[in-house]
């Protein structure tokens, strides 16, 4: 069996350099009012020794946890299997790393899930919230107010009846997005234009969809089928669609991943793309 080294402490560090342990605290934890020269002798101890503050211990002095809670109102095989998240997180987490802050994942699918994150969050644990891919029904806003923690939501609320009226968010243009898709589609010459929606208990598939009407205010009603964001909710919906229109001549669809499951159901029924249909991911 391995034993364990004995971890640095901030006696080490002070006695290394030259100080008190109350100097060594207020550099570690960065404090004010330790002159420039006496903090380097600190800073160079902390590294000759390897110590690295406990986190626990620190927190009590800067009330701070130096983590942020990242919240996927999703499943875990709807988060791992779509590359949006992906590249969400890794932006994510390569901003939280260059200030020295930790990502904290945290998915929820059902009832249970939305109980344990409001307990952590209400636990103290992370200094905010990231939040995404809410569902208009989703209990997890009233929970993270109860904790009192600073969020910031991916995408546009959906609360109504005066809720969120002071919430922090950030979106894309879904709407307008979704118009200029299915105007570039109508440039290139295609008149039966369908759209497959995303799951519509979000506010961004709802834009997109809005976005489609305001163009396509007088389609047909069965151009429109109702998808997930998945690529097998795209890959039904198409057949759907081919079954209702089978003379259809172009798609547009919510995201990549739906757009990906329409290409499939299309090249099944020998339809050729772009030839026969357009199709435009959003």
């Known amino acids: 069996m391995t034993e364990t080294v004995p971890r640095p402490t901030l006696e080490a560090v ?10 060594v605290s207020r550099v570690v934890n960065g404090g004010d009012g ?22 626990a211990a620190r927190s009590l002095v800067t009330k701070r946890h130096d983590a942020i809670a990242v919240i996927v109102a999703e499943p875990e095989a709807r988060v791992f299997a779509d590359p949006f998240f992906a590249r969400q997180l890794r932006g994510i987490s390569k901003e939280l790393t260059a200030h020295d802050n930790q990502l904290v994942l945290l998915l929820t699918e059902g ?8 307990r952590y969050l209400a636990g103290g644990h992370v200094d905010g919230a990231l939040v995404f891919s809410l569902h208009l029904a989703d209990p997890l806003p009233e929970l993270i107010q109860r904790a009192g923690v600073p969020t910031v939501f991916g995408g ?16 894309s243009d879904n709407r307008g997005g979704a118009r200029d898709a299915v ?28 976005g489609y009407r305001d163009v396509m205010a007088d389609a047909d009603p069965l151009l429109v089928a109702e998808g997930d964001f998945t690529a097998v909710g795209g890959e039904r919906a198409m057949r759907e669609l081919l079954g209702r229109r089978p003379d259809l001549d172009a798609v547009f669809a919510a995201n990549d991943l739906t757009a990906a499951g329409a290409l499939r159901a299309l ?12 199709v435009v991911g959003f």
Do not use: F, K, M
Not at 34 to 40: I, K, Q, Y
Not at 156 to 171: F, H, K, L, N, Q
């Open 156 to 171: 546009r609320p959906g609360w109504t009846g005066g809720r969120g009226e002071d919430v922090v968010y950030v979106d």
């Open 183 to 210: 105007r570039h589609l109508l440039g290139l010459g295609r008149e039966r234009v369908a759209h497959i929606t995303g799951a519509l208990d979000q506010t961004s598939a709802a834009d997109r969809l809005a």
């Open 34 to 55: 330790v002159r420039e020269p006496l903090a380097e002798r600190v800073r160079q101890a902390v590294d000759e020794l390897g110590y690295v503050p406990n986190q």
């Open 111 to 118: 009832r249970h899930d939305h109980a344990r994150v409001g």
């Open 14 to 23: 002070a006695a290394r350099a030259g100080v008190s342990r109350a100097t």
């Open 267 to 278: 090249r099944e029924h020998g339809r050729r793309v772009p030839d026969d249909v357009a």
